[in-house]
């Protein structure tokens, strides 16, 4: 679950899972290694999965669950594979989701849109994205929607698809 990282990674790792509940063991938080330009070497990040995200809302006892994300637009894109093959794919412009939380007894909507521009990572990173499209960039708005309803828990915590596009720019974000 924290290959190659350093015993300081590992710890802070270990603590984030413990702190939020999360299990590495379940893949709802990973330790990634990012290539971090400023240092100019690798450091890992700490990214949590969209069930890693669903957990912790849960946990909170006011999680009133989600609507599935709905896409607006499509456009056509053009990248190559790693055989230097050309494809054309489609893929949405935007996805919303919308994530509700029981705030005084009652049941409220928070939603939030994630756009394709913003998030993908590009031809180099982007073999999940070429596969599944609407799927990724549905995760983008998912975790987007679900820090806004839960900001308490999940500041600062990002999932993978979020983090692609920053990692392809050899960025490193997040906490």
């Keep these: 679950v924290a290959k190659g990282a350093s015993d300081e990674e590992l710890q802070l790792f270990l603590q984030v899972c413990k702190g939020a509940n999360l299990n590495p063991f379940m893949r709802q938080v990973h330790l990634v290694p990012r290539y971090d330009s400023k240092l100019e070497k690798e450091v890992r990040t700490i990214q949590v999965g969209i069930d890693g995200f669903r957990a912790v809302a849960e946990s909170s006892g006011a999680y009133a669950g989600n609507e ?14 790693r055989a230097k093959a050309k494809n054309e794919l489609k ?22 849109t994630a756009r394709w521009d913003e998030y993908y990572p590009g031809e180099k990173m982007g073999f ?15 975790a987007l929607a679900l820090r806004k309803a839960f900001p308490k ?21 997040g906490k």
């Design 91 to 112: 893929v949405p412009q935007k996805a919303t989701v919308t994530v509700y939380k029981i705030v005084e007894g009652q049941r409220y909507p928070f939603s939030a």
């Design 153 to 173: 828990l999940l500041s600062g915590m990002y999932a993978q698809e979020e983090m692609d596009k920053s990692g392809q720019m050899g960025i490193v974000t």
């Design 68 to 81: 599935d994300p709905k896409f607006d637009g499509e456009e056509v894109i053009n990248y190559n594979t």
């Design 128 to 142: 999940q994205w070429h596969s599944r499209p609407y799927l990724m960039l549905g995760k983008c708005a998912e």
